[in-house]
């Protein structure tokens, strides 16, 4: 049996979250549980942004994807095209996880950060 490929979620793709249930992915994924990586998540208004790097920590989960194709729906759902990285509103990027140290993919704001204020707690339930 395949691995499934990880997808770090801090936003309205967590499971119960708007983003999850849109897409219906509670039976289309597994849920691996909380995980956290090093960034900073912005308060954009609807939903948040992440920014990787070192400063900060970001709470979110991980997902198993159990086929690549998925990411299709998800990257759309995410504004990020591909073929157009400079034209996404967000990137799909591998990032480094805190907790398991295992790399997964996770979306990356991919507009301007002025004036949108930092999430202190790196969390968007607990904002």
Do not use: C
């Not at 990027?93 to 202190?120: F, H």
């Amino acid at each position: 049996m395949n691995e499934p490929v990880l997808l770090f979620v801090y936003g309205l793709l967590m499971p119960g979250s708007s983003g999850f249930q849109a897409l219906g992915l509670a039976d289309r994924v597994e849920r691996l549980g909380p995980e956290r990586i090093a960034g900073r998540l912005h308060h954009l208004g609807d939903y948040p942004g992440l920014i990787p790097g070192p400063q900060g920590v970001v709470h979110g989960e991980l997902l198993g994807l159990p086929h690549p194709g998925l990411f299709d729906e998800i990257d759309a759902y995410e504004l990020y095209d591909p073929e157009n990285p400079a034209g996404s509103e967000y990137l799909r990027v591998e990032v480094d996880l805190l907790d398991s140290a295992r790399r997964a993919w996770t979306y990356r704001y991919n507009r301007s950060i002025a004036g949108k204020p930092i999430i202190a707690t790196g969390n968007w339930r607990v904002r």
